[in-house]
Nanobody, 121 residues
Framework: QVHLVESGGGLVQPGGSLRLSCAAS????????IGWYRQAPGKQRSVVAD???????RYANYVEGRLTISGDNAKNTVYLQMDSLKPEDTAVYYC???????????????WGQGTQVIVST
């Protein structure tokens, strides 16, 4: 089993910044993909950004350079630096990972519990 624990959400004014963190722990042999999705009220969950084992990075089109994903492979941790936040960035942000289990070499997907980000005056 793998656990993803997010932190760093909260209330911020428009134009402000937040940094989200996600730490993966458990039976990890290797992480193939780790990143962030978000779900706003009444909308589907969609990808924000992710990092792959080959070091490639994917961003959603709306990121526009405001959000930056980074990671610490040694700590199995991924970060999302969010700058110039807008009210439309308000959502629950979920950490997501595709992990190969060290016990049986199976590849499975895991989600964190989510962290709320509210951008408002």
């Amino acid at each position: 089993q793998v656990h993803l624990v997010e932190s760093g959400g909260g209330l911020v004014q428009p134009g402000g910044s937040l940094r989200l963190s996600c730490a993966a722990s458990g039976s990890i042999f290797s992480i193939f993909v780790i990143g962030w999705y978000r779900q706003a009220p009444g909308k589907q969950r969609s990808v924000v950004a992710d990092r792959r084992k080959d070091s490639s990075i994917r961003y959603a089109n709306y990121v526009e350079g405001r959000l930056t994903i980074s990671g610490d492979n040694a700590k199995n941790t991924v970060y999302l630096q969010m700058d110039s936040l807008k009210p439309e960035d308000t959502a629950v942000y979920y950490c997501y990972a595709e992990v190969k289990d060290r016990r049986d070499n199976t590849l499975s997907s895991f989600w964190g519990q989510g962290t709320q980000v509210i951008v408002s005056t």
